[in-house]
């Protein structure tokens, strides 16, 4: 991770345009991961801040989790993802060798037999189906999935709070996580280095993204549960989206060649309708 100086948020003129900077939380300590706060993991992702959950006293404990890391206060500079992990749901803790059969997560075999498949729709041989990629998911143990809450840096900090009160102390079980705030990079033209201003000048054109997932994508009884907590006890009530993560290992984003749909479900698809 890199070193960076914290200082007092300070005002930029650029262009003549004053750009407000947010009071950028500090970076992670060594003493707070002692005291387990947190945690710190890396991955290909990046940096992320994770919150694994503590039976003992739980209120006590998370309060000072969302007031350590508040979203819109905490720099892509210092970590890509917060992340509370509450555990798994009663319905997947299977016996181990049922559960390692479903969610084995075999991404290698998943990739290889998705790029002959690939070859064969290159070819005109086959056209890749969502039914397909169902049952790849399924045979290579790929099933979680989550919805996908957008926030503007305004709003993100008391979404994050109820969305995390909804897995943590309703649903007693799941993941959740919020992206940072985005910021620009220290080359741009149009910004200082990320020292000089305590973490970077905020991106404008980026807000955050909040994936609140499930175990099994396929589940459509869990699947629509979320939902609806979601909209009746967060207050999501705009259309949001659902990844399958298969999905993501699989590259399959707007625009892709197959001409299947990023997320593979939404609030006006029949299925949410029928609920």
């Not at 390692?100 to 290159?122: A, C, S, T, W």
């Not at 039914?131 to 099933?143: C, F, Q, R």
């Not at 259309?239 to 298969?246: A, L, N, Q, S």
């Amino acid at each position: 991770m890199m070193d960076m100086d914290i200082d007092q948020p300070i005002d930029l003129d650029i262009d003549h345009e004053v750009i407000e900077l947010p009071d950028w939380v500090m970076p992670p300590t060594q003493s707070e991961i002692d005291d387990g706060l947190y945690d710190l993991h890396e991955d290909d992702e990046g940096i992320w801040i994770v919150y694994d959950w503590k039976d003992d006293n739980p209120d006590a404990r998370i309060e000072p989790f969302y007031q350590r890391w508040p979203p819109s206060r905490t720099s892509s500079s210092l970590c890509s993802w917060i992340n509370v992990n509450r555990g798994l749901s009663p319905a997947s803790q299977l016996d181990q060798d049922a559960f390692d059969k479903r969610f084995h997560m075999d991404i290698e075999g998943l990739q290889k037999e998705f790029v002959e498949i690939e070859n064969k729709v290159d070819t005109e041989e086959l056209k890749l189906t969502p039914e397909m990629i169902d049952e790849l998911a399924v045979k290579y143990g790929v099933l979680s999935g989550k919805w996908l809450v957008y926030a503007s840096s305004e709003e993100v900090d008391k979404l994050w709070r109820k969305i995390v009160g909804i897995v943590t102390f309703d649903r007693e079980y799941g993941s959740v996580k919020v992206s940072s705030r985005k910021v620009l990079e220290p080359s741009s033209e149009s910004s200082p280095s990320a020292t000089e201003c305590n973490g970077g000048v905020p991106d404008p054109d980026e807000g955050h993204v909040i994936c609140v997932y499930v175990e099994d994508y396929l589940d459509m009884d869990e699947v629509n549960r979320l939902r609806k907590a979601l909209r009746f006890q967060a207050g999501v009530f705009k259309r949001i989206g659902f990844k399958p993560d298969v999905y993501t290992w699989l590259g399959l984003y707007r625009g892709n060649k197959f001409g299947i749909r990023p997320s593979k479900y939404h609030d006006s698809d029949n299925w949410a309708r029928k609920k």
